[in-house]
């Protein structure tokens, strides 16, 4: 009310005192909406963290980038809403052959892309041409994602020596997309869901030359179909992105194929700091923001709902085994022993933390229920290192600032309390601080210069291989070159496991294995990631893979 | 080259050091000193100043807990959105990680005086040289190092602060202490070459010259102590400046990156930022620390400039 | 004058080229780099490599630097590692931000500041004088992002009369002609969207505008004693001419030139502020690139652009406070 009053006399007076000389310069341009800001009813606007990069999927990797991609878009298969399980979207079904390299696909009928072009099995195909096809090392390097999985390309540009996974692409009919692999891989069909892996419209496509990736300096150029004319099949459409106010704007697809959006727009507002995030919300300018710190939880859940996410992460320790003294089991057992994990996850854990005994998720296949705890004893730690001639240890445990990540909400406060357990059972801690882009990454993942480092990762999907296999599959300076090789080829045998209880009992096993005999990484935890929504804003189901859907949303 | 905003702020801070160099030695301290007793602001300001050396010098005696220790009192109730409150023993509570912060807070007085002293003391040395040597030589020398604070002078301090603190291949409170004193040498450079260039067609300097002293006896023993009064008061200002650009840094996370040492700068910057609205004490008491100690030290440093002003004398 | 302003020029073009060096020099020289931010957290070591190979990083910062002067001098500034957008696309969305916050906190800053001051010179020595001169230091005391997040705290979320961020509502639907939202309202006659956009700019620009503040404060205070004990006033009292008009008349215009000098002077500090109140308010501006690219991204085109803009901005401000000096007052000649 005082807000109103203000600015009115606030117009008044700017009106009054710089209009009268300058006006009549220039036509106003826009349409007949002349309200301020003020609810429309039917817009639903979300606080972002970050710019995207652009909107074609397959060129982006990271969160921001897909959450309007995951409106404006399609997957084959999707992810059940609230699940990491797998259920049709634009493909009705799907099922391999005996060897798992041979994919088929019902499509479903009657979709249409935003540009009223038919979706049908060739639309398919050319998606999947397209990628494996791209050229150019500007491109190619910038489809993280495509690499992940499908591991090379028809010509890999550079020194890139990838062997790739996808074959060819084959269209018997309208509805029937059958995709061939050169092998098998343990990722399908999950990886399918990735939303990188989004079908466009291919008349969209080849229109606004979206294979354009060009190099322009020191960075490279995306074209019209990433940057203005994102194509779909999903609930919105894109209807701009204004970035002088850092606005996203999606407009409803009436045309939808499932659950049609119950909102007119949505409109992804980006703001950079937490705080300020925060406050938009309390102010009733934002209907949702994502990941608010652990340390707002409560304060917000009085007024808001605070949903939890179903945790789909881990933050482990890592351990070098560069270091000779940490090739010994019997010292990195004692380092698990002397972490108090359960103090950790209640003094700094966000609501519903739970500590991690193993380096995936409950939910994933092949996690076994059996395998070696390590409960904080301070007595053990002390006499295994006894044992192993290692009282007097100093280690550097590395970690990262400007950081923040869901399964690391607060990297700082957790190496303070690790390195205080530590220092408990007489190790000398050397802590060494070091910025996110700025060298952490480069000292810890590709120099291997630490003893002891905390990282973290999210699924992408629901597959043992996503997680420990991503971890330990192969020789990485992460966790040093300590003989593990038997290690690798335990995951190499279970990610190539074809049947599904084979494959069970296999990454069970690996699972035991690593938490008793090899133990590259101590666990820590498992955190869910919280998204926050004002009161009237219903029908938002929470993800576990973040993979969220706005169409759903309703505002009463 | 002569960069527009050198020429503005040299004119401003020669005409300073001359003043300050004019009569030189002891009668102009001990006329300062008396002026400056009678200015009821600064003496304030060196109440202020006073207070907060002593809080440094003696913490280990003041503070009632080890800074760096986890107590389980404090741990036990500790939550990712809980800190716990003032308790027997713990008169303010609890840090983000289970230690004392009234502890934190007094130890972080050290920290504070620790990294403004040693911003000041690097920046003034450093701008004491370039200024002196630019000073007594003159020529191309002089020519040269002026260019050098003109192109210094060219950026913003607190963005050269924020890029030099960026360029550090590993972060730490170094990094921010050198960022931050490299801000002000330039200014200190100009100070003194202004004084000094003043001292040189002075009467005493002169006599001595005409004397047969040497150059450099000339430049040690008369120049540079006479020249060292507009440096020491633009010292006390500096230090309020350096301890706010530390503030500064951390608040856009370039700050010292140890979040286990105290400093008042750092708690504002991260954990009174952070846990603003669980508990806001967090950040109002360290902030309340930097402005009263900013506020003494430059209190203090306007009445010393007013007092060795000599508008002001009568 | 034309020769003054002809050799300032040519000085601006020596000092942005050693500068370009410095800042291109360092940049190169950090640790990390965009191509870490580009790849994001799933890449691998050689997928690295592959890029930094592609991008020409891998090349010495010599060969690296004449690449980029060849570019720079045919007017190609590069592009944004994060989005691709060309620099100078980035710039002409961020510059006119961060002008419009600094001229809004310099108004402020004058608006308040020159009445505070005069009102402390004419009762020197008494509370007015002392309450504006400690409050004033006081204000600059704060740290200013600190300040920022209390005004905050108190006006967007317990009385609620202004907006906690950005520069104009969420969804309002405004034309862009300059980038300058408050003069874009203005020139499209959408006078909703130029009232909106001043009514998210207060806050800021009164965080910011405490910067100057204290400095003009002090000097419209010494100013104004000093013309006060001048003969023409002296002379123009002793004629009989009213105090209002010896005010008005003589007094507080010759007082004012220093304060045009200060504003310049002050250019430095109002552009290193705005990076901590953009940080705080989420204003697009200048500043925020800065922090961004730094911290996240080492966006090194744009970041490189920002730091060159906000020097020219600061020594042609600076030039232009001189020429009017020179033409406000003809005793002032320029060198």
Redesign the interface.
Known sequence: M??RR???A??AT??AA??VG??????????S??D??GK?GG?F?FAGS??P??FDPIFN??GESFRPARQIFDTLIQNKPGTADLVGALAESWEHDATGKVWTFKLRQGVKFHDGTPFNAAAVCFNFDRWFTMKG??A???M??Y??VFEGFAKN????TGEPVYKSCAAPDDNTAVISMNRYKGAFPGAFALTSFSISSPDALKKYDADSVT????????NDYG?LHPTGTGPFTFGGW??????ITLNRNPDYWGEKAKVDKM?I?I???E??R???L??G??QGIDFP???????LANDFNVIARPAFNILYLGINQKNPKLRDLRVRQAIAYALNRQ?LV??????GTKVADELMPGTVLGYAPDVQKYEYSVDKAKQLLKEAGAENLTLNFYYP??VT?PYM??P??IF??LA?DLQAVGIKVN?????W??????DV??LGKHDLHLLG?TGDYNDPGNFVGTFFGREK?EFGDGAMTDMFAAIAGADGTVDEAGKKTAWEQVNRDVASKWLPAIPIWHAPPSIVVTKNVKGLIASPLTDERFNTVSLS | MTNVLAEKKKARLEQLAQAAAEPGGVGLWREALRRLRRNPAGMVGAVIVLAFLLLAVFAPLIAPHDPAQRFKELTDNLRADHIPGAMSGFPLGGDPNGRDFLSRLIYGSRQTLFVGVLATLIGLTAGVTIGALAGALGGWVDMLLMRLTDVMLALPSLLLAISLVALASKSSQWTVIAAVATVNVPIFARLLRGAMLAQRESDHVLAARSLGVKQRAIVLRHMLPNSLTAVIVQATLTFSVAILDAAALSFLGLGDPDINRAEWGLMLGTDGQRYFEVRPELAYYPAIAIVVVALGFTLLGEAMRESIDPKNRR | MLRVIVRRLLQLAVTLFALSILVFVWLRSLPGGPVDAMLGDRATPERRALLVKALGYDQPILVQYWRFLQRTLVGDFGASTRSGDSVLSVLGRAFPATIELTVAAMIIAVGLGVPLGYLAARYRGRMPDNLSVVGTLVGISIPIFFLGYLLKDVFTQHLHWFPPSGRISIGMDNTHVTGFFVLDGILTREWDASADAIWHLILPAATLATIPLAVIVRITRASVLDVLNEDYVRTAEAKGLRAKVVRQRHVLRNALLPVVTTIGLQTGALLAGAVLTEKVFNWGGLGTEITNSISGSRDYPVLQAVLMLAAIVFIVVNLLVDLSYAVIDPRVRVR
């Open positions: 005082q807000a203000l600015k009115t606030i117009a700017a009106v710089l209009a300058i006006a009549g310069c220039a036509e106003s341009d826009r349409g909406s002349g301020s800001g429309t817009t606007v970050g710019d990069k652009n990797d990271d090392a500007a190619q390097s910038q993280l994602y690499g992940d540009e550079g020194d890139a190099q322009s300096g020191d960075s490279f150029t995306y940057n204004d970035k002088s106010k850092g606005e409109i507002k703001i950079g700091e705080t300020t925060k406050q938009e309390r102010a300018t934002v710190a652990p340390a707002d939880a409560a304060a103090q209640q003094t700094k854990g966000p609501a600032t400007e990540r909400p607060n700082q406060e303070t309390a205080n802590g060494v601080p070091r910025p882009n700025g060298g952490y990454k480069d993942q590709k990762w300076a």
